[in-house]
């Protein structure tokens, strides 16, 4: 099985251009690479914020994909 991990680096939010090109081709490349599973790290680092940056990649990324499902979280 093909495993990506991808590595948070702050809570995903919309408006951060560099970021939603880095999941976005975190995306595109899922079925380019045959990937099957998601390993999503990154932990609460924003006190003002409820999630975890683990948590908020996923959410943007099902967004793009929801078909996409074998996701875990390493947000410890």
Request: charged residues 30%; contains cysteine.
């Given at each position: ?43 609460k680092t924003n006190s003002e914020i409820s999630i975890s940056e683990a948590e ?21």
């Amino acid at each position: 099985m093909k495993t990506g991990i991808v590595l948070g680096y702050g809570v995903f939010e919309n408006n951060n251009q560099e970021y939603k090109d880095y999941l976005n081709w975190i995306a595109d490349h899922l079925e380019k690479e045959d990937v099957e599973k998601l390993v999503l790290c990154g932990g609460k680092t924003n006190s003002e914020i409820s999630i975890s940056e683990a948590e908020s990649i996923k959410n943007y990324l099902n967004e793009l994909n929801p078909e996409f499902q074998n996701i875990t979280l390493e947000d410890q």
